[in-house]
């Protein structure tokens, strides 16, 4: 009875434009009120509860940064640096896309922003040198969703504090996991580029790569930097996105000195408001999540799942399968936010690690990104390519299902993700 109110209730609620936030606390009072237990002041408890944590912080830092470094010159440098890399190879382009799109990654920590910057910057390059701008646009849209899955990452802050697991530990897990989906979108590149006949530019000189290289080196810098101080205790994730603020900030205005102080209020602003919208959505979302505790559908939904129980790849293909499905409809933070308080207990007791479950978790979410109807990358790709959502939809397709490919192969072998994290994390 309280799974179907609870998934009634939400689904409802969405299907009068509700937006998600409000559809959550919808949701929870309409749990409260079946379980007879409805009380305002318990909604406006959970409400701000769930926004005081100190791991939250990090989101809108990494917020800052992701703005500052899309205005201040540092994504600019981190694609020409790709460019002088691999740009020589056939299908240059697309290698130098996916290149460009593990290293902004590691920078910002948003797919949105990192598909954005791409779009502008690659699309037209691509186009102009003859690729399909239905595949140039797709394979900018999958690359930019690798952005949640190396650190830092959003989606790992969320989910960590949601779900009570460590944060520099999804962060450091996260790293090859990221790569791997990145060597996935390379072999279908490769697979796509295999029907075109284009020409390939010229090899960058020596000269060329050295100058691009210094150019882009403070950019490069930063995720060295954020790698080293999370595997030697440095500072905190928390800590992290502060250092990774204050250091874009200071490269883009004192060194690249691309962003204006004039620009700075704008800047400011806008990632002021995306990181309220993602605020309240945590905050709202904790309603939900202390009433799914109480009402104990993670223990209905524990009883649904045990014939998997057993065999834990089963089960982990089961849940995949379920944040697939989910994922074509909901957007990332809310599947995470919804989810999350459903799926951890019935991880703990299967006994499954629940960073290796936290990083498939988030791949599967990210994925979700651009995946038909609702894909916010999607949308956002083809708002800045002035592409069409179904020529886009056509053109993702084959990089979509090779990042599927490369999540359920992390589930069937779950050393990809296990093994990496240990060398890492120590």
Known sequence: MTIAVFTFSLLGAMALGMPIAFALIVCGVALMSTIDMFDAQIVAQNVINGADSFPLMAIPFFMLAGEVMNKGGLAKRIVNVALVAVGHFRGGLGY?????SCILASLSGSAAADAAALAALLVPMMVAAGHKKSYAAGLVAAGGIIAPVIPPSIGFVIFGVAAGVSISKLFLAGIVPG???GAGLCLAWAWVVRQENLTPPPRASLHEIMKAVIDGFWALMLPVIIVVGLRFGIFTPTEAAVVVAVYALFVATCIYRELKLSQLYEVFVSSAVTTSIVMFLVAAALVSSWLITVSEISAQVVDLLKPF?????????AIMVVVVIVGTALDMTPTILILTPILMPIIKAAHIDPV????LF?????????????GVVLNVVCGVSRISMEDIIKGVWPFMIAQ???LFAMVLFPGLVTIPAKWFGG
């Open 404 to 406: 599927l490919i490369v």
């Open 179 to 181: 790569l791997l989906l």
């Open 356 to 359: 290796y479950f936290g990083v």
């Open 309 to 317: 129980m057993g065999n834990n790849t089963l089960l982990m293909l």
């Open 96 to 100: 130098v896309t996916i290149l460009a």
């Open 362 to 374: 988030i791949i599967n979410n990210a994925i979700g990104l651009i995946t038909p109807p609702v």
